[in-house]
């Protein structure tokens, strides 16, 4: 859009220029939400970036649950979604348009990037408490949740198994459509141990009051990691028992990895900006929601291990907070050149 601005001379000649007129894009009414199904722990920490920012920012939040990255990813481009809880594996290669995410972005990937990286994830594989399975080598034989739509999902599930040295042909596969799903087809009896699961699902409370729950441990061993690490990317974090671990019965290692927060890639900066801010001043009220989301503190929005590039609405914000190093600045260019 153009603007006419009209200067009188001194000699009573008139000028007239034609200068950019920029208006800032308005924000959005509502901000969409994607995260993986009701009963996981992706679904709480969006329901908790909703709450949050929906209370704290001009903005209203819808939290949309659905079967994972795979079915919100392709709304992003229709701007049906505007921001998405996924892990580290999702956001790279929805970004780079790899795996799965070939096909489904046509080989471009998604227009997305990075608000604020939020907690690791804790994973392992649920059994009942009256099992007898205590590692992840007593699973050889036995029945295993699987065969999942979400290929991160589906990797994790295989690496924690790896991790006792089982491979996904020596078990006998029950195909479930989530990881709330795994965690039923144990309750029910119908598996032996769920898919990957993480501390903090709802449903794992319903598996401790019908049938006892356990997660397994990982084996913290250089060999054992190594074949963990290869099937899917993150690392090994010690927990103990407490509130919202329900399932880890003593101190014990499993596998982690990093939640990010994304959004579209032509979300209007002041709305990221808005987003970012929001969760920054108030991230204290996240650990109000969840226990677990305690460990979502300010150390944690900024991160050199970051996958994809940050937005430039949430940049803002941390330069002004001090917190967005040169060292950023060059892994953001860095991850903006992967992308051709």
């Known amino acids: 859009m153009k603007k006419i601005l009209i200067l009188a001379s001194v000699t009573g000649v008139f000028l007239i220029w034609n200068i950019p007129y920029i208006t800032a894009q308005p924000l959005p009414t509502i901000l969409n939400v994607g995260t993986h199904p009701v009963g996981s722990f992706f679904n709480?920490?969006?329901?908790a970036v909703a709450t949050v920012v929906g209370k704290h920012s001009p903005m209203k939040t819808t939290v949309k649950p659905m079967a994972g990255p795979s079915a919100w990813y392709p709304l992003i481009k229709t701007q049906e979604i505007d921001l998405g809880v996924l892990n580290n594996w999702d956001a790279e290669k929805g970004y780079l348009g790899e795996s799965v995410y070939g096909k489904l972005s046509e080989g471009k990937g998604f227009p997305v990037r990075l608000i604020a990286?939020?907690?690791n994830n804790a994973i392992g594989l649920a059994v009942a408490t009256d099992s007898g399975i205590y590692k992840y080598s007593d699973l050889k034989g036995k029945r295993v949740a699987g065969n999942l739509p979400t290929?991160?999902?589906q990797l994790q599930t295989e690496a924690l198994l790896l991790n006792g040295g089982v491979s996904w042909s020596e078990i006998k596969p029950v195909p479930v459509s989530s990881v709330a799903e795994g965690v039923k087809v144990v309750i029910e009896g119908r598996s032996d141990a769920s898919a990957t699961c993480t501390i903090g699902m709802p449903i794992m409370?319903?598996?401790q009051a019908k049938r006892g729950a356990r997660i397994l441990p990982i084996d913290p061993s250089p060999e054992a990691l190594k074949r963990t690490r290869e099937k899917f990317p993150g690392y090994p974090i010690k927990v103990t028992p407490g509130p919202g671990?329900?399932?880890v019965e003593k101190e014990q290692y499993l596998w982690a990895y990093d939640i990010y927060l994304?959004?579209?890639?032509?979300?209007?900066?002041?709305a990221a900006y808005q987003v970012v801010k929001a969760l920054w001043e108030n991230y204290k009220d996240l650990g109000a929601i969840h226990i677990l989301l305690r460990d979502w503190t300010l150390d944690k929005f900024v991160s050199k291990e970051a996958l994809i590039p940050y937005h430039p609405g949430s940049i803002k914000f941390y330069k002004e907070k001090g917190v967005w190093t040169d060292e950023m600045a060059k892994l953001?260019?860095?991850l903006l050149t992967k992308k051709k």
């Open 262 to 270: 994304i959004a579209r890639e032509d979300l209007p900066d002041q």
């Open 332 to 334: 953001q260019e860095s």
């Open 245 to 247: 671990k329900t399932g």
């Open 151 to 153: 290929p991160s999902l």
């Open 44 to 47: 709480v920490v969006g329901t």
């Open 205 to 207: 409370e319903e598996l």
């Open 117 to 119: 990286i939020s907690i």
